[in-house]
């Protein structure tokens, strides 16, 4: 008996120091809550609902616009003069300006093709366009493939150049800067830009140059993405409704009320003169395209939107080429700002409405808050509201102006409405990756200036990309633990289980559902097949 008693004892030992450990914390919680925990956590409410009030704001006033724009059709043709290009008998083709169509590239070995086919496909006077192949790739047998493919449409009569260098300096900014440094571009008056895997019809350059030949003050015609690959999974629709916002209604709406929106990189094309005025391409930050089109629009130049015209392109349509691009489009702008933020000010050339719209709404508000509040507030923020009862979110905030902000954003896309509630769960986990991006932007950390090629399959052999890949999984941490969006799914279950206990404010049914998106996606293999289904 004696001897049971003694093994009895060590557990009940461990039970009595547990029972003092979670006490001790207690102590520690209940005299650090009001005096720390509670003034900061109201700070924290207090900025995130300005925060959100500032976007709800942006989003209205833009509902509003593109409304307006819409009842009172104000089309590009009715703001700009528009006329055909005639064919003059006297000088024959020298009547049409000589146009440069660039295509960067690296290692694009399964759209090559398609981008080569369709840029060479374009309806202009032969002796008038200069195709421009700028192929960085650094696989040896890319490179061939690549080169032969531009002999191939050379032999059809096509005034196709393949360049190379023998460096990555720059990236595709670097790329393009070294393509118009070529003696053949002097001739040239305007510069088509498309990516690898956008596809333009044959009536682009039609559709786009009558604008710059009519109005000098014009530096840049954009054109709108259409995306082929937008039904392949449930990621790619959810990234259309992204998307689709930002075209349907940002883009127009900055080119009918300012003049001025972010080039988007590709199926736009540019005055030279202009991009010469500004400084050339830059690749001092990840979005060398935003970086252009502020400084032109700084010197005074206008740009037009044609969301008529749409141009064939690939969404990622792997989780990881997700990340590394959104890395880049959230880490790029918050930099550029950053870096931009003074020049704004003092510029002399443009008005001062236009700087508060270039300052606060495209960079402050668009590219900063957006990310920041919906990381902030609704995964931090509001779940912490559950474990200090004594802070409370008015339902205005917490309810209200989120709802509407989501509507206005999903709108752009009816046919998709229907996933809404997967859209908010998607973005919300996005949004933790979108924030890290834009404060290592902000403050340039270590990851500032990563590029990484995001990747594409191609419409023709993208079902046999993915068969192989999933044939043959490589084992990386990384990609099967995503240890943030894990941590961050396990304090939104802890929040909802305190809820559920002790809990007054009923979030946890949010908190619960919230928590399981975020475990879905850090674990890797479980995300990649619940986005691809």
Known sequence: MDRFSSTTLFPDTLAGTRDDLTEQLTIIWEQIKAPLIVPLLRIAVFLCLLMSILLFIERVYMGIVITLVKIFGRKPDKRYKWESLKDDVEIGNSCYPMVLVQIPMYNEKEVYQLSIGAACGLSWPSDRIIIQVLDDS?????????????????????????????NRNGYKAGAMKEGLKHPYVKQ??????????FQPEPDFLWRTIP??????????????????????????????????YHFTVEQEVGSSTYAFFGFNGTAGVWRIAALEEAGGWKDRTTVEDMDLAVRASLKGWKFLY??????????PSTFKAYRYQQHRWSCGPANLFRKMFMEIIRNK???LWKKIHVIYSFFFVRKVVAHIVTFVFYCVVLPATVLVPEVEVPKWGAVYIPSIITILNAVGTPRSFHLIIFWILFENVMSLHRTKATFIGLLEAGRVNEWIVTEKLGDVLKMKSASKAVKKPRFRFGDRLLLLELAT?????????????????HYFLYLFIQAFAFFIIGFGHIGTFVLNS
């Open 489 to 505: 799914g396990a304090y939104l279950f802890f929040c909802g289980c305190y809820d559920v206990a002790f809990g007054k404010n």
């Open 138 to 166: 650094t696989d040896p047998i890319i490179k061939n493939l690549v080169s032969m493919e531009c002999q191939r449409w050379a032999s059809k009569g096509i005034d196709i150049k393949y360049e190379i260098r023998d």
């Open 349 to 351: 050339k443009v008005s």
């Open 211 to 244: 604008f710059l030949v009519h109005n000098p003050q014009l530096g840049l015609v954009q054109a709108r993405w259409k995306f082929v690959n937008a039904d392949e999974c449930l990621m790619t629709r959810m990234q259309e409704m992204s998307l689709d």
């Open 188 to 197: 040239c008056d305007y510069v088509a830009i498309f990516d690898a895997d």
């Open 306 to 315: 044609l969301s008529a015209l749409k141009v064939k392109n690939e969404l």
